[in-house]
């Protein structure tokens, strides 16, 4: 069972999402929040696995919501539902710590699908779509290495390097493992010493890492 808390300011979109959520025994909805503050005080009380986080709220945004949960560590993860072509914010988000996102127009098995994910640890954007977005707006992000991140670097090795610029360059772990002629569990067993040793939570965070340290950069337009 997953434990969801739905964050919305518009009570319409709540009742939708509790109705789906309701419709499947596999999740249990823990609770409501309107705003970003009561979304970061709901989440201390009920430790939902997933936070269903939406980004544009009055007070206190998505955004910080999901900074402030994130740094509390609380096991609960942050899944955002944005309108993404409308919506340059969701990326701060990401940075911010989120496990990923998706449109608010997205099919009801593609919800729950991502809830399930994100529950078990996952992130629920596809690689490639991944590097589309950030490609899109990563020049207008805050960026630069942190002052561990040269470290955390010199801590691969040469595969599990290559197996970073793969991840960065949106391949899927099977694409990976053509491409460099590995097995699959091979692969797997590379990706997690690589989000381990750059402190990654998943592979978003570790194509954001390699955006930083500048090992991928934006296609040309």
Not at 3 to 26: A, K, M
Not at 78 to 85: E, I, P, R, S
Not at 90 to 103: C, E, K, V
Not at 160 to 184: C, D, K, Q, Y
């Amino acid at each position: 069972m997953t434990t969801v808390l739905i964050v919305d300011d518009q009570p319409l979109h709540r009742l939708g999402l509790r109705i789906l959520l309701e419709s499947v025994p596999e999740t249990q909805v823990a609770g409501e929040a309107e705003s970003g503050s009561d979304a970061v005080r709901r989440t201390a009380e009920l430790r939902p696995d997933v936070v269903l986080m939406d980004i544009r709220m009055p007070g206190m945004d998505g955004i910080e919501a999901t900074r402030q949960i994130v740094a509390s560590g609380h096991r609960s993860r942050v899944l955002v539902l944005t309108t993404f072509d409308l919506d340059e914010y969701a990326h701060a988000a990401l940075r911010a710590g989120a496990s990923g996102f998706l449109l608010k127009d997205a099919r009801p098995d593609e919800l729950l699908g991502g809830i399930r994910a994100v529950a078990a640890g996952d992130a629920i954007i596809a690689p490639a779509l991944t590097r589309r977005l950030l490609d899109t707006y990563v020049q207008q992000l805050p960026r630069g290495p942190h002052a561990d991140d040269d470290a955390k670097l010199e801590a691969l090795t040469d595969r599990e390097r290559e197996i970073l610029v793969a991840i960065a360059r949106g391949w899927t772990n099977p694409e990976i493992a053509a491409r460099l002629h590995l097995s699959e569990s091979t692969v797997k067993t590379h990706v997690g010493r690589v989000l381990a040793k750059v402190g990654a939570r998943d592979r978003i965070q570790a194509v954001i890492f390699a955006y930083d340290i500048g090992l991928a950069s934006p296609n040309p337009t």
